[in-house]
T-cell receptor, first 116, second 116 residues
């Protein structure tokens, strides 16, 4: 079966410091990978998605970036955090769609980021 | 692109009563409609989904109905229990056009409160 893990689970970072969140998927190959952000009490905002190694698409312009150095690894980074970057970050994956019908998206455990 | 509206944003019901959450979507080509439950501080998890060739689907106390003509779908929870308290998200997935990630468009969520 497939599993997804992300870490760290929680972190408190000062404004202007760098960020690195990591996510890995096991039990499948060539998944579609996603980073979502959820502000407190809010909905799910898609930040980045990737359909393959080195292929990153950004949905929202910001000071965050994403990378996919390996097939099942997805990293969210920032060089300088802002207060507004605080939130709950979720990595997710889907199977590659091979037909016209959509696929279920599976979320990692999430990472709570507090920028102080 | 797809737009998903979800109502209500907050729903409070007495334990044992039924709860109904409604979503509308804009893209008539969307064909996959999952529902996620997110408990406080945890990841969203799939609870039920429906594809466009089906009008209703049930799983014990939860059911989802789809009206493709009106472009709306609903989540029904019967005999609500305290553990049903959570935020519920609906989503819609358009027909795959190839070349990109398998995007789900989420509603903004409904906070369901079960009153004892």
């Amino acid at each position: 079966s497939q599993t997804i893990h992300q870490w760290p689970a929680t972190l408190v970072q000062p404004v202007g410091s760098p960020l690195s969140l990591e996510c890995t998927v096991e039990g499948t190959s060539n998944p579609n990978l996603y980073w979502y952000r959820q502000a407190a009490g809010r909905g799910l905002q898609l930040l980045f998605y990737s359909v393959g190694i080195g292929q990153i698409s950004s949905e929202v312009p910001q000071n965050l970036s994403a990378s996919r150095p390996q097939d099942r690894q997805f990293i969210l980074s920032s060089k300088k955090l802002l207060l507004s970057d605080s939130g709950f970050y979720l990595c997710a994956w889907t199977f590659v769609r091979t037909s016209g019908s959509g696929n279920t998206i599976y979320f990692g455990e999430g990472s709570w980021l507090t920028v102080v | 692109g797809e737009n998903v509206e979800q109502h209500p944003s907050t729903l409070s019901v007495q334990e044992g009563d039924s709860a109904v959450i409604k979503c509308t979507y804009s893209d008539s080509a969307s064909n996959y409609f999952p529902w996620y439950k997110q408990e406080l501080g945890k990841r969203p998890q799939l609870i039920i989904d429906i594809r466009s060739n089906v009008g209703e689907k049930k799983d014990q106390r939860i059911a989802v109905t789809l009206n493709k003509t009106a472009k709306h779908f609903s989540l029904h929870i019967t005999e609500t229990q305290p553990e049903d308290s959570a935020v519920y998200f609906c989503a819609a997935s358009p027909v795959y056009s190839g070349g990109g990630a398998d995007g789900l468009t989420f509603g903004k969520g409904t906070h369901l409160i079960i009153q004892p």
